[in-house]
């Protein structure tokens, strides 16, 4: 039987031949903001778990959070520009495992305040009690399941704690092979308990022990049957492509990139104006691929964001998050 991945996989290519792209979006629920600046804003490294797919450089404790002092700082700038515009911002904090920060409670605070959405990426590790104390200061939260280290009745109770919040809870499972039986009896269950309050997302992984981290791991057809097929993950398709014959397309971020449909060579990408980078070390970045360009240190008195689109020079667009933002055709 052939897979319903594989078929698309085929008609993509067709598309993507006969004719050509004018733009791709992102479409936004009506409960989002419509124009939001995208800050995502990797903390450190400092993690408590050393899960055998996780590059080192995201969890080997060698890059401290950054000053308490400095991020206050870029933040009540980050607020005084938005002010002058009329986008709201997005703050998207990650690790490491950014909820190791002792002052993080205070941040969620300070930008919940100034009418900021916030979001993070956790492993879920902290305390009940950690989680009842910041969850009223988030707006969207991705859970991710490691099956070396969650213990799942904690997991359970936190996502009920962030539904509780009216949080927008992502549940995300990471896909070792050993666990899948696991991992598919989880978030079954989550999808019986809470189907129209969270997203599950059952997530590929490199193999960086047995393959070197330039390979997916082996997995089998029930696997990926179980990631993109017939599993309990919810479909998301939030990706609208608009051709030269009027034709219009709805795909994931996911479908996107593993179908060949991320060519955008030529085209005019927003890269820094709906979305911005921080890395560990303070750099504010215009986006994570080859064209990002440093624009600033968080610690700078004074930084200009970018106001107009960049074209784009790559033969491929290879990471996600790159796909929220616009890319259309120069006119």
């Given at each position: 039987?052939v897979?319903?991945?594989l078929?698309?996989?085929?008609?993509?290519?067709v598309?993507?031949?006969?004719?050509?792209?004018l733009?791709?979006?992102r479409?936004?629920p009506p409960?989002?903001?419509?124009?939001?600046?995208f800050?995502?804003?990797?903390?450190?490294?400092?993690?408590n778990?050393?899960?055998?797919?996780?590059?080192?450089?995201?969890?080997?404790?060698?890059?401290?959070w950054?000053?308490?002092?400095?991020?206050?700082?870029?933040?009540?700038?980050?607020?005084?520009?938005?002010?002058?515009t009329?986008?709201?911002?997005?703050?998207?904090?990650?690790g490491g495992?950014?909820?190791?920060?002792?002052?993080?409670?205070?941040?969620l605070q300070?930008?919940w305040a100034?009418?900021?959405?916030?979001?993070?990426?956790?492993?879920?590790?902290?305390t009940?009690?950690y989680?009842?104390?910041?969850?009223?200061?988030l707006s969207?939260?991705?859970?991710?399941?490691?099956?070396?280290?969650?213990?799942?009745?904690?997991?359970?109770?936190?996502v009920k704690?962030?539904?509780?919040e009216?949080?927008k809870?992502f549940?995300?499972?990471?896909a070792v092979?050993?666990?899948?039986n696991?991992?598919k009896?989880?978030?079954?269950?989550?999808?019986?308990?809470y189907?129209?309050d969270?997203?599950?997302?059952?997530?590929?992984?490199?193999d960086?022990?047995g393959?070197?981290?330039?390979?997916?791991?082996?997995?089998?057809?029930?696997?990926l049957?179980?990631?993109f097929?017939?599993?309990?993950?919810?479909?998301?398709?939030?990706?609208?492509l608009?051709y030269?014959?009027?034709?219009?397309?709805?795909?994931?971020s996911n479908?996107?990139l593993s179908?060949?449909?991320?060519?955008?060579k030529?085209?005019?990408?927003?890269?820094?104006?709906?979305?911005?980078?921080?890395?560990?070390?303070?750099?504010?970045?215009?986006?994570?691929c080859?064209q990002?360009q440093?624009?600033g240190?968080?610690s700078?008195?004074v930084?200009?964001?970018?106001?107009?689109?960049?074209?784009?020079?790559?033969?491929?667009?290879?990471?996600?998050?790159n796909?929220?933002?616009?890319?259309?055709?120069?006119?």
């Amino acid at each position: 039987m052939v897979s319903t991945s594989l078929l698309l996989f085929k008609q993509f290519e067709v598309n993507s031949c006969m004719n050509k792209l004018l733009s791709i979006d992102r479409v936004k629920p009506p409960t989002e903001p419509q124009n939001e600046l995208f800050i995502q804003w990797s903390f450190g490294n400092f993690c408590n778990w050393n899960c055998e797919y996780c590059p080192p450089d995201l969890h080997n404790n060698s890059i401290n959070w950054p000053s308490y002092e400095s991020v206050i700082h870029f933040l009540i700038n980050l607020f005084n520009h938005i002010k002058n515009t009329n986008n709201t911002v997005r703050l998207d904090f990650l690790g490491g495992e950014v909820t190791l920060c002792k002052y993080f409670p205070e941040i969620l605070q300070l930008c919940w305040a100034n009418n900021a959405r916030t979001s993070i990426i956790t492993n879920g590790s902290q305390t009940i009690k950690y989680w009842n104390k910041v969850l009223p200061f988030l707006s969207i939260i991705n859970f991710t399941y490691h099956p070396q280290f969650s213990n799942f009745t904690h997991y359970k109770e936190i996502v009920k704690l962030a539904i509780k919040e009216n949080c927008k809870v992502f549940c995300q499972f990471a896909a070792v092979p050993k666990y899948m039986n696991d991992i598919k009896l989880y978030a079954n269950e989550l999808k019986s308990l809470y189907n129209h309050d969270v997203v599950i997302i059952i997530k590929p992984l490199f193999d960086k022990v047995g393959r070197t981290g330039n390979h997916f791991y082996n997995y089998s057809t029930e696997d990926l049957s179980l990631m993109f097929d017939e599993g309990p993950a919810t479909v998301i398709k939030d990706q609208v492509l608009t051709y030269e014959d009027g034709t219009i397309k709805y795909y994931g971020s996911n479908e996107i990139l593993s179908n060949k449909l991320n060519n955008f060579k030529g085209m005019h990408c927003e890269i820094g104006i709906n979305l911005i980078i921080i890395d560990m070390h303070g750099n504010i970045k215009t986006s994570v691929c080859p064209q990002g360009q440093i624009i600033g240190k968080v610690s700078d008195t004074v930084f200009t964001f970018p106001a107009s689109p960049v074209q784009c020079t790559q033969n491929l667009c290879l990471n996600p998050l790159n796909l929220i933002v616009a890319k259309r055709t120069i006119q």
